[in-house]
Each structure stands twice: as C-alpha cells, then as structure tokens.
C-alpha cells in the first residue's frame, strides 16, 4: 500500500508566521511599550498588558524580553540607532571627514529636536519615576554613557587631526560636550517646557562655539 508523500517544507498554519511579519515583531512591541510607558507609567505597565496592545502573546515577547528593563532599554536604543544613522546620513558616516562645528550643531539640534519630540515621553519617565523602579536609574545611566560615547569618538578623531590642541581628558570633554548642548533642554522637558524650534537653532550653535573654545578649535 502506497501513502502520500509527506511534503519537505512544513506549512505555514494559524500559528506560524511569515518571514515579514516575524521581522516586523520587534517594531511592533517596541512602539506598544513606548505608547503605554508614555501614557500609563513604567510601574503601572505590565508585560502583558504590552503584548496585548501589539497583538502578541506573552510567549512571544518574553521570548525576545527578559523583562520591562530589556524592554525599555530596547526603545531607547532604537531611538539614538535611529538618530545616529540620519545624523550620519546627513553629514557622513566618519565624523573625522566632518568639520567640528557642522557636525555637533547637527548633531545638537537632531538630539534636542528628538528630546521635543519621541524622547520627551521616555525622559520624564526617567526622571520622575526612578525612585520607583531603581532599573529606570541604571537605564538612565547606561543611556548617558551611550550618549557619552557618541561624542567621545568624534573627539578622538579630531584630536588625532590636531583640530583640538587644548583636549587633555577625551572623556571628561564627551561628558561636558553632551551636558552643555542638552541639559538646558532636558529640564524643560520634564517640566512640560520645551524648547522651540527657533529658540533649539539659536542655543545649539552658541553651546557648540563655547565648547569649542575650550578645546582650542580654530576653523581653518
């Protein structure tokens, strides 16, 4: 007796997905967990509650998430990817073939227009409900020191090109940098203040010169 011959390639039932929309899988609970964060808290969201508003199941998002930490640390890595990629596009992925004071009022005003925009949620989490979640700290923390090196390796290529003469300590100058073109910003934020877009392109060319200053840039 002869039986049908089984086919080599498993179909694709209710449960499986396509290739798309398993790469699609991310995004989507990334942009559900932003939505609550913002809207609800960090505290008052539970997992569950995000894989039902990005249409998944628990399975699945802690099959890609250990917890909400993992979570939102995901959404904020998304978000500076996201920055640095259309920061590099406009000016050019080597920041040592960019002119210092192009790239950091670029880069500036791309940051602060992002703490305006998409960010502005995620910072007043940070800030207002850390005592409640200590990994709201450490996210925090890890966040900033992403941030730090963002502007370190700039710096440390124009050092190498002899452009900076008056740098002594790299990373105490990326701390600085970052301090001075978004601090003024961030607080506003938080207190539901943010800058203009004007008053973004009148501060961040001025914080950039005053640092550059410092560092003994001469434009040639």
């Known amino acids: 007796m002869t039986g049908k011959r089984k086919s080599k390639t498993a179909p694709s039932g209710p449960g499986r997905l396509s290739a798309e929309a ?3 899988v991310p995004d989507r609970l990334m942009d559900a967990a932003f939505g609550l964060f913002s809207r609800q808290g960090y505290a008052d969201t539970s997992m569950e509650e995000i894989a039902r ?3 998944a199941s628990t399975k699945t998002i802690y099959s890609r998430y250990a917890n909400k930490a993992e979570l939102l640390k995901a959404v904020v890595e998304r978000i500076i990817a996201r920055n640095i990629a259309e920061h590099a596009a406009e000016t050019s992925p080597d920041p040592g073939k960019v002119e210092p004071r192009r790239f950091l009022v670029t ?3 791309r940051i602060l227009a992002e703490l ?3 960010a502005a949620g995620l910072m007043q989490l940070a800030l207002s409900e850390a005592r409640r979640a200590p990994e709201l700290a450490r996210m925090y923390q890890e966040m900033l020191a992403v941030g730090r090196g963002n502007f370190r390796r700039p710096l440390e290529a124009w050092a190498a090109a002899g452009l900076l003469p008056e740098l002594k300590d790299v990373e105490r100058a990326a701390a600085l940098c970052i301090s001075l073109l978004t601090d003024a910003a961030r607080i506003r934020v938080v207190l539901g ?3 203009s877009q004007a008053e973004i392109d009148d501060y961040i060319p001025g914080a950039v010169d005053l640092f ?3 560092v003994g840039y001469a434009p040639r």
């Open 53 to 55: 508003a990005a249409n």
């Open 193 to 195: 203040l943010p800058m």
């Open 22 to 24: 398993a790469a699609a």
């Open 107 to 109: 880069f500036g005003r």
């Open 116 to 118: 305006n925009g998409p």
């Open 212 to 214: 550059l200053r410092g």
